[in-house]
């Protein structure tokens, strides 16, 4: 039997257990507490460390060479200080003084020079999904999880957001070039097959969603996807793609749910794909396949490449290699589409939905 | 391990961002030879381990070579054992982690901060910032950011050694103060490589906040780089760093025995190597360099060897889709389409094709679309690394400046191009070389692997080198001229050892074909127009040159530089396909 590829996953899942870990780069405050339940803005942890650096020429100061200064240095490197504060005196016939100029952390003195932080760099860690505290990660962070449908994309903007689930079109019709029933609300999650002028992805913006996804965007839209204030996820990839039932199905049966967006972009180092979370807890859950496995026969699939892009199919039979159209070879699938017919491609060129 | 025991069979693994090649190299008759290979899909994921990738690649191996090197359990048969199965020892070469965010402090663009930004561009490191003497004004604005960037690497130079050290000094306050400030998890390394003269104070002032290295002035005086001793030291700091966020990746390195090295490193070693031997054999007047190119699914390097220097440069692959999809952006890419494309078209392929870099070209159109992008980045490269050395010199609408000889390309989309002659066109659109060269294919992908492996055993390198494990594709005679097109430009006798002696005249314009068979020795009696120059040392100057055949016998590139690609669509269209015609569809 032929062995398939290891393929990338995309989860498009009705119901299963999400776990995702939220952890500082450094030790912090963690916020939150087991079994807290959480939303995608609420900071999980938070680390802060001093900033925002002023120097103090104190040799200047006090009148005196910057060798001379360290005997009349008052306080110490580490000291917080408030404004006013006494850093260094000169006593003689006039008093020197050298006070802080607000209020801070004294950082280092050296050189006849005091360097003073008077604010912090502060670093924080969101829940970007709704769910609950799993556990905490003592001083870092925690590991959410939620019970959920989920949906997983190729693009986010690396924003989150939550709000009820509105779907806008019909997945079996055509794609959907930003017409929006004006009975879409604001604060909404509005999910479209497909947004391809500017004017349509304006008009959508002018609603107040709280968030986007689409199925696919038009390439020349990125830009100002990347720029929006809220969350946008694309899930099946860039310019005129056939619409995806698998993932557009599973969002309409699940309209008006409170739905989470975690646009960020994908990070297979960290295991992040942007993802759409809807909380829901009806049967028995999915297994996780994790970001990916061994392609198999009976897979559902998306195809990445040649005529048949943007399609989902079932593999049918895993294949040696085999020469393209294109003159390469390479390990081949067989895929049946939804409409009976059957296409071989490059097992590199396909995700596996599940 | 025991490095003075002549190892029999090395493993060499390959971790690349998007797939991890095995290759295993053993005797033969008394030489090394490549005995086989293997590859899969690298396994680095949030969950999974890369020696799930390095394991599958290694059952691919066992079945291509024959050769039994994995234990029942899955662990590796070492060393060899009676019966002839298993493996003597392991070297490595990694590109599959994430470039390290990284700050150069310096002086002058043009000077020590040119250095730091070849440096850091020589190796998967990711400029973030770079902050030279025009910032020095607010010194606490600089601290700030250095706060706010938080970078994993700070490459501290600057200064002549022995030259002038206030600017130096107040950028090392700088950067104790940013790692007093810094908690200690998030401190970066600071790898001084300025004013040795300094060094001292270096230790002193800093050592106490952060770690330090400490090595080689990259810019010991004005217009000269010195980065080997630095590439070396942050070499082995980014493998530590991906050990930390990459499953798998220590014990592999751990089973290398430490011989190992990021890719981009070894590369540049490799390179090193051969534009030593290169001169050493032909004793030119004029130095050649070696020119070695990978595009890798995941980044382009490109590594150019002169009398034992190496200039190499790393960068992402789809740097240059940043989103921001305009017309303009795409035209470079659009030129090389050897069909009529729509813009929109291009651009839905690259940016779905940038979410996916894995896909393989599957359609004729897919091949064109990739084999153009392939052309650009080429160019791409080529230009970055000439604006990072100045001794280095690509001029898109010039070509390349120098002789390179060979030129030694990997890369599947080079690699395992349908054809040779499209391998061959892409490296002459891309490159545009001028004079004499041979272009190379590293099928296998071993180039940086014979870096690694060469340090503790040289032999390796040299006999693989002379092996068909590199397939020559052939030399190329790249004719320059100012003469109008179709002019001749160029004589050439081309004389066989076995007879069927023959001239040809070349006209501007041409691209041409030779037939030479693969191996067949042959000598090229070049006698250039009074204003061609064909890299024998200046215009009308000719000579006697000794060729080998390659797949493609011998190419004659008298198309132009810079080549002459017309403006209009249909006409430019018709003639990439006459080109490719040429070399054999």
């Not at chain 1, 199905?249 to 972009?265: F, K, Q, V």
């Amino acid at each position: 039997m032929i062995r398939g590829m290891l393929a990338d996953v995309l989860q498009v899942s009705p119901h299963t257990i999400i776990r995702r870990t939220r952890r500082l780069p450094l030790a912090g405050r963690v916020l939150v507490s087991d079994g807290d339940a959480v939303r995608p803005e609420d900071v999980i942890a938070e680390a802060s460390f001093p900033a925002k650096v002023v120097t103090l020429d104190l040799s200047r100061g006090l009148g005196i060479s910057p060798t001379e200064t360290d005997a009349c240095v008052v306080r110490e490197p580490g000291d917080q200080l408030k404004e006013g504060d006494l850093i260094a005196q000169c006593e003689g016939a006039l008093t020197r003084l050298v006070r802080s100029p607000s209020d801070g952390f004294l950082v280092d003195i050296s050189h006849g020079r005091a360097i003073l932080a008077t604010g912090t760099e502060v670093v924080r860690v969101r829940a970007e999904m709704i769910g609950f505290v799993e556990e905490v990660i003592p001083e870092f962070g925690v590991i959410l999880t939620s019970e959920c449908s989920l949906v997983q994309g190729v693009w986010g903007n690396g924003l989150a957001g939550a709000g009820l689930l509105g779907v806008v079109g019909d997945p079996k019709e055509e794609p959907v070039d930003g017409e929006v029933p004006e009975t879409v609300g604001e604060g909404k999650i509005l999910a479209l097959v497909s947004c391809f002028d500017l004017s349509g992805l304006h008009r959508l913006i002018n609603l107040g969603p709280a968030g986007l996804i689409f199925g696919t965007l038009a390439t020349e839209l990125i830009p100002t996807a990347r720029q929006l204030a809220i969350p946008v996820i694309v899930l099946q990839g860039f310019g005129d793609l056939p619409p995806d039932p698998v993932s557009i199905d599973m969002l309409a049966s699940r309209e008006g749910a409170m739905t989470s967006l975690n646009a960020i972009p994908c990070d297979l180092y960290q295991g992040h794909r942007p993802e759409v979370t809807i909380p829901y807890g009806e049967g028995e859950p999915e297994a996780d396949l994790g970001l990916q496995t061994q392609l198999t026969v009976g897979q559902c699939v998306r195809i990445l490449s040649g005529e048949a892009i943007g399609q989902t199919g079932e593999i049918v039979a895993l294949v040696g290699a085999e020469v393209f159209e294109s003159g390469l070879h390479g390990p081949a699938a067989r895929i049946k589409l939804p409409e009976g017919e059957e296409v071989q491609l490059p097992q590199q060129n396909l995700t596996i939905l599940h | 391990m025991d490095l003075t025991r002549q190892a029999q069979t090395v493993l060499g693994l390959d971790i690349g961002r998007i797939n991890t090649r095995a290759s295993l190299f053993g005797i033969v008759d008394g030489k090394y030879r490549l005995l086989g290979g293997g590859i899969a899909p690298t396994t680095v994921d949030g969950d999974r381990h890369l020696g799930e990738g390095v394991g599958e690649a290694l059952e691919n191996l066992q079945i291509n070579c024959g050769r039994k090197l994995l234990r029942p359990d899955g662990g590796l048969i070492m060393p060899v054992n009676p019966d002839g199965e298993g493996l003597d020892r392991i070297a490595l070469t990694c590109s599959a982690g994430p470039p390290l965010k990284t700050v150069a402090l310096g002086l002058t663009q043009g000077g020590s901060l040119a250095a730091a930004r070849a440096l850091i561009g020589s190796l998967p490191l990711a400029l973030s910032g770079c902050i030279g003497l025009a910032d020095l004004g607010d010194e606490t604005l600089v601290i700030d950011r250095l706060l706010q960037l938080r970078p994993k690497v700070v490459v501290l130079t600057g200064g002549e050694n022995a030259g002038a050290e206030q600017h130096v000094r107040t950028l090392i306050e700088i950067t104790r103060t940013a790692c007093m400030l810094l908690p200690d998890e998030i401190r970066p390394l600071i790898l001084y490589a300025g004013n040795t003269f300094l060094r001292e104070a270096v230790e002193r002032r800093l050592e106490p906040w952060s770690p330090v290295q400490i090595t080689a002035n990259l810019q010991p005086a004005h217009g000269s780089f010195d980065l080997v001793p630095a590439q070396s030291i942050l070499d082995r700091f980014i493998l530590q760093i991906w050990e930390k966020e990459i499953p798998g990746l220590k014990e592999l390195i751990h089973l290398a025995g430490g011989h190992c090295s990021t890719r981009d490193f070894a590369m540049n070693r490799m390179v090193r190597f051969l534009s030593r031997t290169s001169n050493g054999e032909h004793a030119v007047e004029k130095l050649r360099g070696v020119l070695a190119v990978d595009l890798g699914g995941g980044s382009t390097t490109l590594a150019v060897g002169l009398g034992g220097d190496a200039q190499t440069l790393t960068q992402p692959a789809w740097d240059f889709l940043p989103g921001e999809v305009q017309e303009q952006g795409l035209l470079p890419v659009h030129r090389w389409m050897s069909e009529q494309v729509e813009l929109d078209l291009v651009a839905d392929y690259l940016h779905n094709h940038a979410l996916h870099p894995a896909i393989i070209p599957g359609i004729a159109m897919e091949l064109i679309l990739s084999q153009a992008l392939s052309r650009f980045r080429l160019q791409n490269a080529v230009t970055n690394l000439a604006e990072c050395y100045p001794s280095f010199s690509f001029d898109p609408d010039q070509g390349l400046d120098g002789d390179f000889e060979p030129v030694i390309a990997s890369g599947a989309m080079l690699t395992q191009a349908p054809t040779a002659g499209q391998s061959m066109l892409m490296l002459l659109d891309g490159l545009q070389p001028r004079g004499v060269t041979t272009m190379v294919l590293d099928r296998y992908h071993i180039l940086p692997l014979l870096g690694v492996i060469g340090e503790t055993l040289p032999i390796l390198p040299v006999q693989i080198l002379e092996t068909d494990a590199f397939q020559n594709l052939g030399t190329v005679i790249i004719p320059v001229s100012p003469a109008p097109e179709g002019e001749q430009i160029l004589s050439m006798q081309v004389i066989k050892e076995t007879g069927g002696d023959f001239s040809i005249n070349v006209a501007q314009g041409t691209l041409r074909r030779l037939v030479l068979q693969v191996n067949e020795p042959a000598v090229l009696v070049l006698k250039p127009g009074p204003e061609t120059d064909v890299g024998f040392g200046g215009p009308g100057i000719g000579g006697r040159l000794k060729v080998t055949g390659g797949v493609l016998g011998l190419v004659v590139d008298a198309r132009g530089r810079p080549l002459p690609l017309p403006d209009e669509e249909e006409q430019r269209v018709a003639l990439m396909q006459r080109w490719l015609w040429t070399l054999g569809g």
